[in-house]
């Protein structure tokens, strides 16, 4: 009878062992899936975000072709451009620039810049401006604006100085890019690198 019982007991130990080893084996497979699952959402990422970058480039290009051509092109430029002086106030601005902050040109005109800049960016905003007035080269800064619904859009600026003889006071023009979606992409790139970090280091 004790034979029996402890052969009972060998088989009950053994169909056990046989229920937890797949168990065990279940979560390597599913970090496996996950890690896989993580590189191919990061590839798909880091094709969206060479494609913008490649867009972001292409839109320099046209932005420098366009300032060649300013005369004829303001208005009607698909990029958004000001002409602001010393005080970042709004002596120009393009039908794009106009549609981007959601605001008539007309009650554009006379405003300052820095009023669509939040307020922990102000001080950033004023010191790039600074800059652009101290030389004459091309500057770029990246920063938040906000549009007259409070719209947050991420934009590259790009500014000059404009040399003009005949207007003693200093202005520049400066260009709003908008990579508000190139910006989105980084952030998820940024997540998931993150998370495949740290599956890789559980293993």
């Known amino acids: 009878m004790k034979r029996i019982e402890k052969q009972s007991a060998k088989t009950t130990n053994s169909q056990l062992k046989d229920k937890i080893e797949p ?18 959402l990061l590839q798909v990422h880091q094709i969206e975000l060479e494609h913008q970058n490649q867009e972001l480039r292409i839109a320099q290009e046209e932005l420098e072709v366009s300032r060649n051509k300013y005369v004829a092109l303001f208005d009607f430029s698909p990029i958004p ?3 602001l002086d010393v005080e970042s106030v709004i002596k120009e601005v393009n039908l794009s620039a106009s549609q981007m902050l959601g605001i008539d040109r007309n009650k554009l005109i006379g405003r300052r810049l820095i009023t669509f800049i939040p307020v922990e960016e102000k001080d950033v ?7 652009v007035f101290s030389s004459r080269v091309k500057h770029t800064c990246e920063l938040n604006v906000l549009n007259k619904d409070k719209s947050l859009f991420h934009v590259l600026l790009e500014a000059l100085e404009i040399e003009n003889a005949l ?37």
């Open 23 to 40: 168990k065990r084996k279940t979560p390597v497979v599913e970090k496996v899936e996950d890690v896989q699952r993580l590189v191919h």
């Open 125 to 131: 905003f004023n010191s790039f401006i600074k800059t």
């Open 167 to 203: 207007e003693p006071d200093k202005k520049c023009q400066i260009a709003l890019i908008d990579i508000t979606g190139m910006k989105k992409s980084e952030n998820s790139l940024n997540v998931l690198s993150e998370e495949l970090r740290l599956l890789k280091k559980g293993k």
């Open 81 to 83: 451009y000001f002409t």
